[in-house]
């Protein structure tokens, strides 16, 4: 092959590298193929050289290690742009006027046209009017005071439900925007409704994570310094380049000639290290995913909530376990924001965390490294569960205590159930719309488990089955047959034949062993009949009467 410098140059590899996401990013793709580095996505691809036409092993390693880095830059580039959709969808700016004006028809027609306020004042005044008759003077008053605090905190709210809508959106965004900025180390922003823009320099440090550091250890056997990294950059910016030589060629040019013999060598270990690069990108595209839809539901949730707040707040003034509806009410809307600023704890733990690992993992080699990266993206998985509970149980525990307090030092039963943690979502939508039961896939998945179970210890059970009954037709048993008649003179006569059983000898080793069994069958029914024509029996063995004294020792013989 002739020397990788020899090559003859293109016309690109003069010059400053082009800058493709100078402007506007890329749109168009039916994969996102945003500018969240230097250079889009799609341009990082890992070359090689493929030899003659006879050399399929290196076609072949080459191939996969390309696929597999392939895979993983658009596993990433997919998650990041999800998760920007997620924090920039505005839900509040599409869905929270709808839900604005659903809770002002709701009042306005139904609430106030059924009389229903007057209802629950009706129900409250009678409520406590029976308590006292009862001997609760307190609690009945407590419970008036309460209804009147309540229906005061629920016109308040009612009077403005678009004010408070915007102004739960707007705490939200300001705490997810300044845990998000722990993690990059932005300023917070100031204005909560751009709280997506502290998004960009994450995605950026994801995408370098993911996608930039293991292409220059995958194509260029590590981080490139100058001039290399000139060249890597005029490569990239004009990518992707396939199998050509012309990237190989212009790094050579550039006095990295280790580089490029690297590059054009397909081998295992390149291969190892793209497989475990996807194989991390895949659990941080199953990370990122949940997360973004964790934040969605949240924000629709949100809106949902203020929806039917009206029936909420109308069923604050109800006394006692009246008060339910509210209760759930102010529980749901403080997991739904909890939810929202969870996850985006779990962002900043996850770019901090793989950025302290592939930091402190420098000096080990590429497989190494995402062996490390792998352990932190699985533990941001099982973290995003644990926080999720801890913000439902925080929410949880806040609505028992209210649910639970009563005027006059009395508690009542706990009745608001443990928020359940479950679901793509984490919110566990499709068990909270019905009773305390399994979903409809958990129980078919059940049934299933149980029938095959079943199944399997039935075929078990067959299978023995027709094994013991196989071995005993293939047994050669030898079986005795005895037959009573009488002589002429009508005295009894036995007659005794032998037999063996069994499956037809058709070798001559199966003839001569069934040979034997018969002779030697044949000699011991022989030797039987002797026996009991003589009239002989085996002496029983003597007998020892209670009375017998034990036989007394051999005397020794100097004694005697």
Sequence with gaps: MAPLEAAPLPAWASGAAPQPCAGEATKGSIVPDDCWGRFPSSHYD??????????????????????AFTAARTATALSL??????????????????????AGRYDAEVVGPLGLAHLAWFYAVAWAAVAA????????????????VAAGLAGVVLANPAGYLAGTFDTMGTLSGAVLATGTGHPPP????????VLRPLQARIHGAFVEQPYDHLAWDGPLAEPCAAARDRIVATGPHGSDDEPR????????????????????????????????????????VLVAATVVVA??????LFAVAPFALLAAVLPGAGRELAWRWVAALARA????????????????GVTGALEASGDLGLVERFAVVNTVVVAMVVARKRILAAGHGLANSFGQRLATRRAGGERAAPWLPAAAVGGASGFALAGALGPDRSSRSARLASAGGRNWMANRRLARSQRGAEARAERRTAAVVARQRTEVGTDGDGRPVTRTTVSVDGPAATTRRARAARARVERRVGSHVAATA??????????APPRMADDVAEPELPVDVEEA
């Design 46 to 67: 890992i070359g090689f050289d493929e030899g003659a036409w006879n050399h399929l092993g290196r076609k072949l390693y080459g191939t996969l290690t390309d696929l």
């Design 81 to 102: 742009w999800l998760v920007g959709w997620a924090y920039g969808f505005g839900v509040y700016e599409r869905l929270g006027a709808v839900a604005v004006d659903i």
């Design 133 to 148: 008759l009862r001997g609760r003077l307190t609690m009945a008053a407590g419970e008036l005071v309460t209804s009147v």
């Design 190 to 197: 100031r204005d909560p409704a751009s709280a997506g823009v």
């Design 249 to 288: 060629a212009v790094m050579a040019a550039a006095g990295c000639q280790d580089q490029a013999e690297f590059n054009a060598d397909a081998n295992g270990t390149r291969l190892s290290g793209a497989a475990l690069t996807a194989l991390a990108a895949a659990v941080t595209t199953v990370l990122l």
């Design 299 to 304: 924000q629709v949730v949100v809106v949902v």
């Design 337 to 352: 924001g909890l939810a929202v600023v969870g996850m985006s704890l779990v962002l900043s733990l996850l770019l901090l």
């Design 530 to 539: 002797r026996r009991r024509a003589t009239g002989w029996s085996p002496p």
